[in-house]
């Protein structure tokens, strides 16, 4: 049972311009939503994240946005780099919880 | 201070083996999790070890099996190996238990079961 889905397997943007992600989850008692990152041949990398009691939470060019009612959330990359094609991984926890639930990632492609 | 290390970084064994993956947790961590990602999927969490003990566990068979040592590095070992374990095994350490801490992932032993 997917409890965090990514639905896009996949995005291309033109450099410059906003990368938009989502994710959507299933199970209400998640508080805490994480996105990561990661390279071919590297683990995953801390990215962002946002805690339940927030709908936004902004880091340099990356912003993260939370809709609780709708269990969505979305992460902004403006403006879009080269060096931030990638996978992108949302995951989420509930506050008592000591795992991730992760999505199957979005392939970010960010072309020059 | 140095990250999450992992080893070996590949290996390949023969369905019905035996197989140990190590993890050296970042330094000041107490806490190591392991996570299985397949082909396509997102990591798996399999169990968390804190302070040399289980802390929580996904659902896995128990041929999949643990420990934490004093230094706080860890082993995951597999027993009877399947084709479906074939998967990237992940490592991530963090300060505390709770989740909302921040974790470090090693870069992971990919695991390759014929």
């Known amino acids: 049972d997917q409890q965090v889905k990514q639905n896009s397997p996949s995005l291309s943007v033109q450099e410059g311009r906003i990368s938009i992600l989502n994710c959507d989850y299933t199970?209400?008692?998640?508080?805490?939503f994480l996105w990561y990152k990661k390279y071919p041949a590297e683990g995953p990398t801390f990215l962002i994240s946002i805690s339940s009691i927030k709908d936004k939470n902004e880091d340099g060019r990356f912003t993260v946005f939370l809709n609780k009612s709708a269990k969505h959330l979305s992460l902004h990359i403006v403006p879009s780099q080269p060096g931030d094609s990638a996978v992108y991984f949302c995951?989420?926890?509930?506050?008592?919880?000591?795992?991730?639930?992760f999505g199957t990632g979005t392939s970010l492609t960010v072309i020059p | 201070e140095t990250g999450v290390t992992q080893s070996p970084t590949h290996l390949i064994k023969t369905r019905g083996q035996q197989v140990t993956l190590r993890c050296s947790s970042q330094s000041g961590h107490n806490t190591v999790s392991w996570y299985q990602q397949a082909l396509g999927q997102g990591p798996q969490f399999i169990f968390q070890?804190?302070?040399?003990?289980?802390?929580g566990r996904g659902n896995f068979p128990p041929r999949f099996s643990g420990l934490q040592f004093p230094n706080y590095s860890s082993e995951l070992n597999v027993n009877a190996l399947e084709l479906d374990d074939s998967a990237l095994y992940l490592c991530?350490?963090?300060?505390?238990?709770?989740?909302?801490?921040?974790?470090?992932f090693g870069s992971g032993t990919r695991l390759t079961v014929v």
């Open positions: 199970n209400s008692m998640f508080d805490y």
């Open positions: 991530a350490s963090s300060l505390f238990s709770g989740s909302n801490y921040g974790y470090t």
């Open positions: 995951a989420a926890s509930t506050n008592t919880g000591n795992q991730f639930y």
């Open positions: 070890y804190y302070r040399e003990e289980e802390n």
